[in-house]
Every structure is written in structure tokens, then in C-alpha cells.
T-cell receptor
């Protein structure tokens, strides 16, 4: 099974600053999808950003962008201009292109300091 | 579009009692997942359905957990008898069968076993 590793259990950032959350994964597949999910204290997980492995261009969604390094199997999330509402648990997830199985990391708890 | 619906949101029971959780996925989503999320950890897949068939239940403790998805729509997850270590949030998610489909999560059902 694929494994997803998030090595930063906790991170903090000053409001309006930039923070980068790290994620690495292990796979022998060449085609897959990567996701970052946000889980606020209310607990409903929502999708932040998605990256298709066959795309070289890094995905961007407003203040959120990724740095996808396929050879290094690295998928980091950059949050620019951090806002108080960004405080949450962030989970990195992997999905094989061949099936519907998702693999999650252990999460990074992000604190935004006013 | 209605999201993934789960009930109950909260449940407190004593050990050895039974409990059932219900999930109604987004309309048209063929794949349904039940995850267990222990505090401070990432979601752990319990069971995955595609339509009304089980795709993966390798991590479901079958001596006490059971799940069904009748008619390929809503699903029920049951725990009987509950143990203290079953205290967790039980997340239901659904996705389209197509390759790019991400997971859509419900708000979760928080179980406390005393």
C-alpha cells in the first residue's frame, strides 16, 4: 500500500505571512492524484487543492499553491497571506489513478497567530 | 447540491453496548467510504463500497464492526459490542467513480465509549 508522510505535526504562522506544509509519499505508480484537505475544528473535511501527477504545472487555488516534485515524491502546500480562518488540521492524501483508494497522512495542525 | 449527510453527530455509550451510524452520500456518487479518525490522527479506512458491493474491508474489525449499503445508496455502520478504543469520529465520504473524483466528507459522527 502507498504511504503518505507528514513530518510536521504542528506548524504556526503569523497572520498575513506565508507557511509551507510538507508531505512526502511512497509509490511505484506513475499515474496518481494528490490532494490537500483542510479539517477545521468543526471537523468537516474539505478539499483545498488537487494535483494530477501527469501535470508538470503546480496547482494553484487563490492563496493556496503546491510544490509538486514527482521525482522526489514530494507534495508541499504553500499558504500565502495566512488568515485566521486557515487555522485547521491539514491532511495530505494520495489516490491511485487505477482505483478509488485514498491514503492519508497523519496531518499537520496549523495555528495562525494574530 | 446536498452534501454527505451523517447521523447522529454525537453519541455516548458504555462499553459493550451497540451503536449505529448512518450515512447518505451525494446523489450519484457510486463509491462510499467509512473512515475512523482517532483524535490527533489521520483518517483510517474501515470499509469502501462501490455501489452496494464491498471493495475493501481489510481494516474493518469484523468481530465487532459491520457495515452495509443497501440499494447502493445510503449506508449504516454498526459497532457491537463497543470497546473503549472505539472512541473516535466516524467519517463518511463519497466520490464519483471517475478518476479525478475527490472525496466529499460528511461532518462525522463523534463516538465516546465510557
Amino acid at each position: 500500500a502507498q504511504t503518505v508522510t507528514q513530518s510536521q505535526p504542528e506548524m504556526s504562522v503569523q497572520e498575513a505571512e506565508t507557511v509551507t506544509l510538507s508531505c512526502t509519499y511512497d509509490t511505484s505508480e506513475s499515474d496518481y492524484y494528490l490532494f490537500w484537505y483542510k479539517q477545521p475544528p468543526s471537523r468537516q473535511m474539505i478539499l483545498v487543492i488537487r494535483q494530477e501527477a501527469y501535470k508538470q504545472q503546480n496547482a494553484t487555488e487563490n492563496r493556496f499553491s503546491v510544490n509538486f516534485q514527482k521525482a522526489a515524491k514530494s507534495f508541499s502546500l504553500k499558504i500565502s497571506d495566512s488568515q485566521l480562518g486557515d487555522a485547521a488540521m491539514y491532511f495530505c492524501a494520495y489516490r491511485s489513478a487505477r482505483g478509488n483508494q485514498f491514503y492519508f497522512g497523519t496531518g499537520t495542525s496549523l495555528t495562525v497567530i494574530p | 447540491e446536498a452534501g454527505v449527510a451523517q447521523s447522529p453527530r454525537y453519541k455516548i455509550i458504555e462499553k459493550r453496548q451497540s451503536v449505529a451510524f448512518w450515512c447518505n452520500p451525494i446523489s450519484g456518487h457510486a463509491t462510499l467510504y467509512w473512515y475512523q479518525q482517532i483524535l490527533g490522527q489521520g483518517p483510517k479506512l474501515l470499509i469502501q463500497f462501490q455501489n452496494n458491493g464491498v471493495v475493501d474491508d481489510s481494516q474493518l474489525p469484523k468481530d465487532r464492526f459491520s457495515a452495509e449499503r443497501l440499494k447502493g445508496v445510503d449506508s449504516t455502520l454498526k459497532i457491537q459490542p463497543a470497546k473503549l478504543e472505539d472512541s473516535a469520529v466516524y467519517l463518511c465520504a463519497s466520490s464519483l467513480i471517475f478518476m479525478r473524483g475527490e472525496l466529499f466528507f460528511g461532518e462525522g459522527s463523534r463516538l465516546t465509549v465510557l
